[in-house]
């Protein structure tokens, strides 16, 4: 997968993994973090995700990343939003309001991106990359986010003769190793048994992960 598979998916609209509603998880979940009014919430990989307003009519600020330009725009055209653009280090800054999205590639995000976010809101990044890059972007997120941080997860575990990503199959025992190994703490908050498009098993989880570096 590179970046000419996404742009090729958005130009396309071969985009299933987009969700024309705010997540229930989310709604249910978000308040078990304890995250305040104010605290600004990190989403990567944002796609033109309707999450996103809802965590920012919550008092969130919100900071997404995208690789696909017409994900971005369509974001803030379809919902209304008007918006400015400019053009900075890496990446094309899109912003409207307490909302803004980075346009480029998450690898080339750094600490100074980061660095007022408080809270991670995870529902389609982790999922959306194969085996070989999980690792890699656990790494590269730790690596740039603040040391005290939580964070919401969203994962999808189905048989694999029903892989046909993305979303990815995660499994509970990687979610585990890739996020300890990270420095987080992970708690599973709830999993729910579904059935996927093809009508196989599968199951949803959703997680807490938190760190707080400068209390070792």
Same mark, same amino acid.
């Given at each position: 997968?590179? $970046? $000419? @598979?996404? /742009? =090729?998916?958005?130009?396309?609209?071969?985009?299933?993994?987009?969700?024309?509603?705010?997540? *229930?998880?989310? &709604?249910? /979940?978000?308040? =078990?973090?304890?995250?305040?009014?104010? &605290?600004?919430? #990190?989403? %990567?990989?944002?796609?033109?995700?309707?999450?996103? +307003?809802?965590? *920012?009519q919550a008092s969130h600020p919100i900071l997404g990343v995208e690789l696909s330009p017409k !994900?971005?725009?369509?974001? @803030?055209?379809?919902? !209304?939003?008007?918006?400015?653009?400019?053009?900075?280090?890496? #990446?094309?800054?899109?912003?409207?309001?307490?909302?803004e999205l980075l346009c480029g590639d998450f690898f080339n995000l750094t600490? *100074?991106?980061?660095?007022?976010?408080? !809270?991670v809101y995870d529902r389609a990044a982790l999922i959306a990359l194969p085996p070989d890059l999980r690792k890699k972007y656990v790494d590269h997120l730790a690596k740039i986010l603040p040391k005290k941080v939580h964070l919401l997860l969203i994962?999808? =575990?189905?048989e694999p003769r029903d892989e046909q990503g %993305?979303?990815?199959?995660?499994?509970?025992?990687?979610?585990? /190793? +890739?996020y300890t190994h990270a420095g987080f703490?992970?708690?599973?908050? *709830?999993?729910?048994?579904?059935?996927?498009q093809r009508q196989l098993p599968a199951v949803e989880r959703i997680y807490h992960l938190y760190r707080d570096l400068d209390s070792r």
């Amino acid at each position: 997968m590179n $970046a $000419a @598979f996404w /742009h =090729e998916r958005w130009q396309n609209q071969q985009i299933g993994f987009h969700q024309q509603e705010i997540n *229930a998880y989310l &709604c249910e /979940h978000w308040s =078990e973090l304890g995250i305040v009014p104010g &605290c600004r919430v #990190f989403v %990567p990989l944002c796609g033109k995700s309707l999450d996103m +307003l809802w965590l *920012a009519q919550a008092s969130h600020p919100i900071l997404g990343v995208e690789l696909s330009p017409k !994900a971005v725009e369509d974001f @803030f055209t379809e919902n !209304a939003l008007p918006y400015r653009t400019e053009s900075q280090d890496e #990446f094309s800054h899109w912003q409207s309001g307490s909302i803004e999205l980075l346009c480029g590639d998450f690898f080339n995000l750094t600490t *100074a991106h980061l660095q007022q976010v408080e !809270a991670v809101y995870d529902r389609a990044a982790l999922i959306a990359l194969p085996p070989d890059l999980r690792k890699k972007y656990v790494d590269h997120l730790a690596k740039i986010l603040p040391k005290k941080v939580h964070l919401l997860l969203i994962t999808l =575990e189905r048989e694999p003769r029903d892989e046909q990503g %993305p979303p990815f199959c995660v499994s509970h025992d990687e979610v585990q /190793h +890739l996020y300890t190994h990270a420095g987080f703490q992970v708690e599973l908050k *709830a999993q729910w048994s579904i059935k996927t498009q093809r009508q196989l098993p599968a199951v949803e989880r959703i997680y807490h992960l938190y760190r707080d570096l400068d209390s070792r």
